[in-house]
């Protein structure tokens, strides 16, 4: 299943608590994701662009993710305790992603809420520490299908949207991962040290709107919010000197 997922806060043991940054995750159904952990701005900045300067970008990571219940399983209550494991294919701090995946331990809680445990280097003082993470699911939302002529669906059908497009071309050292969920879109670019991402939602008169975007590339995620439900599996599409493929579709 898709999923739409928020970050409420961080904790880097032993301190408490703290939420710098605006963090969110989509994930297709097929497990492929885009997380994007962008700074709060300053209170004394301009808080009307969404042009923000590569400080700002805490981190991005895009990629595919696994889960598997712990062995021998846990249950504390509130549904089995999952084993989740990241495998980066961008990351906006390294261009070793074979050796970038991450791992954490999922406790779900009764509030429907998901807390995280694990341990990773703490970006304030470059050391490995224990943290936790608190994270909720935003469901996606469904919208009208208007002008899609895929077979067995009619117009005016209600679903989520989902799409996600891939550029891949490792001798020029570029890599991109668009994801769309319901009413939310992400994006990362890398083409070598350049880092380009985005964060779309379609707003409440219904049109798409980008939120947040740092660095200088061209990411689909305008055409993937603007022309998604058109869009099929194997599709390319061509955003200025870069071909992306669209490498999944769903309608859930």
Request: no cysteine; hydrophobic share 30%.
């Given at each position: 299943m898709a999923d739409i997922s928020k970050r409420e806060y961080i904790r880097w043991l032993p301190d408490e608590?703290?939420?710098?940054t605006m963090t969110m995750v989509l994930t297709s159904?097929?497990?492929r994701?885009?997380?994007l952990r962008i700074l709060h701005p300053d209170p004394n900045g301009d808080k009307n662009t969404c042009e923000l300067p590569p400080e700002r970008l805490e981190w991005a990571i895009a990629g595919t993710s696994s889960s598997w219940p712990l062995s021998p399983p846990l249950d504390e209550g509130n549904g089995p305790v999952m084993h989740a494991r990241w495998e980066h294919w961008i990351d906006s701090r390294t261009l070793d992603v074979e050796n970038a995946a991450d791992e954490g331990i999922n406790y779900p809680r009764p509030d429907g809420t998901t807390l995280e445990k694990g341990r990773?280097?703490?970006?304030a003082t470059g050391l490995e520490a224990d943290y936790e993470e608190l994270w909720v699911s935003i469901p996606p939302s469904r919208k009208l299908l208007h002008d899609w002529d895929r077979?067995?669906?009619n117009e005016g059908e209600l679903a989520i949207v989902v799409?996600?497009?891939?550029?891949?071309n490792d001798p020029l050292e570029k890599r991109g991962m668009v994801v769309r969920v319901g009413d939310y879109c992400q994006g990362l670019l890398r083409k070598g040290d350049?880092?380009?991402a985005e964060r779309w939602v379609f707003e409440i008169h219904g049109e798409p709107s980008i939120v947040e975007k740092v660095g200088e590339g061209l990411l689909p995620c305008a055409l993937a919010m603007d022309a998604?439900?058109?869009m099929f599996k194997g599709q390319q599409v061509t955003i200025g000197d870069d071909v992306w493929n669209v490498v999944e579709v769903a309608r859930l």
């Open positions: 608590p703290s939420e710098p159904p097929e497990r994701f885009v997380d990773m280097v703490n970006p077979p067995n669906n799409i996600v497009l891939q550029l891949h350049n880092i380009t998604g439900e058109k």
